[in-house]
């Protein structure tokens, strides 16, 4: 295997959001989950992901675990890496954004890397060195109250320059409306005055597609799916890809069970749930139950068994903020959140048991809590189901499975029976 580009990923569901613009740019891509065993069998592909849970895990962590996703990728043949950040660069002064750019870009060699979370596709451009919701600063859209990383600051080049060892540079959108050779010699003016990082400016996807042409050129690069879009698509343009690499990445019905989890509290996944109870059954669990023992996950799966047969079940854990605010108040943050994924990702497994092949799972902890406990390696990456999230198909399982692991606030309404009309 000779790899395009290699992806480090902080989060499960941020690097299917990623594989999936990868795949609908043209490039044969799979998502491994965490960083591969040397005996895992991969078929041959343009780009591969590697997620890992190191957004909010301690600095020194994050970085030893991304630069041995670093090693591995580089050493199946990789040129450039790219380090997948959220579009909303969750983070806090003390990183973890800023320790792995400096890691990564040193082991590269490189003397400066681009940063830029945006995406215009999904509402996140970057102006001046500030990231907007919308038409939003950051700092003053709903998005800024994230429980683990609260995101206080627009301006990206302060953000960014109190995580990082050295100072932080700004490639305004000017620069960038001149295209990707004006773009690299404002990298090499911003190294030469000792800066590591460079904040790009991005508002269409076009501002895009030059990073990414600047961004190749180089080892190392950050930034969310917008960036890798524009790297797909110098990559694309130099004639790696396939025409369907969609497609060809989900062939055949696996058949089965299919089951629904959702543990995401985001005004979306609660829409979603609602609309789900039109079209298959809906269990809402107890959550305080959760935290008093096992009774409340045996009795969802009771619930489930029998119904299973007739079709689709969702089970929710999802509930409203003020609910969850309360329980955290009873229970405490870490400990209320940790009982809640725990408990669907023992119902995952268990549903597995009982024959469930086709499963969606809304919530990223919860995605992340689920795939680790069915021990699951790695996916390759089908059609889109909904804006970042593709449908997974498992890759060196002995049993087939397909997946789809969201975000709280991806897809419209209708989510869970899209994702299941796509899952044969």
Request: charged share 20%.
């Amino acid at each position: 295997m000779s790899l395009a580009l290699g992806c480090v990923a902080d989060d499960y569901t941020g690097a299917s959001d990623l594989a999936n613009t990868l795949t609908k740019a043209g490039l044969r891509t799979v998502q491994t989950i965490g960083i591969p065993a040397d005996d895992l069998s991969l078929p041959e592909v343009d780009a591969v992901v590697v997620a890992l849970k190191s957004r909010s895990i301690p600095a020194e962590q994050a970085v030893a675990r991304s630069r041995e996703a670093e090693a591995w990728l580089r050493g199946r043949g990789a040129g450039h890496i790219l380090f997948k950040v959220c579009s909303t660069f969750d983070s806090t002064d003390a990183g973890n954004i800023g320790p792995v750019l400096d890691a990564l870009r040193e082991d590269a060699g490189e003397a400066i890397a681009l940063v830029t979370p945006a995406f215009p596709e999904t509402g996140r451009s970057v102006y001046q060195g500030h990231l907007f919701v919308g038409a939003t600063p950051l700092n003053e859209s709903p998005l800024k109250d994230h429980p683990l990383n609260p995101m206080r600051d627009s301006n990206l080049v302060r953000v960014l320059a109190r995580q990082s060892r050295k100072p932080v540079g700004l490639i305004d959108v000017a620069t960038v409306a001149q295209g990707a050779d004006a773009v690299a010699r404002r990298l090499d003016a911003l190294a030469a005055e000792g800066n590591g990082g460079a904040i790009a400016d991005a508002i269409f996807d076009s501002d895009l597609e030059v990073l990414g042409r600047a961004a190749l050129a180089r080892k190392v690069s950050v930034g969310a799916s917008g960036l890798g879009l524009g790297l797909a698509r110098a990559l694309v343009a130099q004639g790696r890809g396939a025409t369907d690499a969609a497609g060809s990445a989900v062939a055949g019905a696996v058949g089965g069970h299919a089951a629904c989890l959702a543990g995401s509290c985001s005004q979306a996944t609660l829409g979603q749930i609602e609309a789900a109870e039109a079209i298959m059954p809906v269990l809402r669990l107890d959550t305080e139950k959760l935290l008093d023992g096992d009774a409340e996950v045996e009795a969802a799966l009771a619930w489930a068994t029998e119904r299973l047969a007739s079709g689709p079940v969702l089970i929710a854990s999802s509930a409203s903020p003020d609910a969850v605010r309360a329980l955290q108040g009873r229970h405490g943050t870490e400990r209320a959140g940790h009982a809640i994924e725990s408990a669907l990702a023992r119902i995952a497994s268990a549903l597995v048991a009982r024959g469930v092949r086709r499963l969606v799972v809304a919530g990223g902890e919860t995605s992340g809590a689920v795939v680790d406990h069915l021990g699951l390696r790695a996916f390759l990456v089908g059609p889109e189901i909904a804006a970042g999230v593709p449908v997974l198909r498992t890759a060196g399982a002995a049993e087939p499975m397909l997946l789809a692991l969201k975000s709280g606030n991806f897809g419209g309404r209708d989510f869970f029976a899209r994702a299941l009309d796509l899952m044969p």
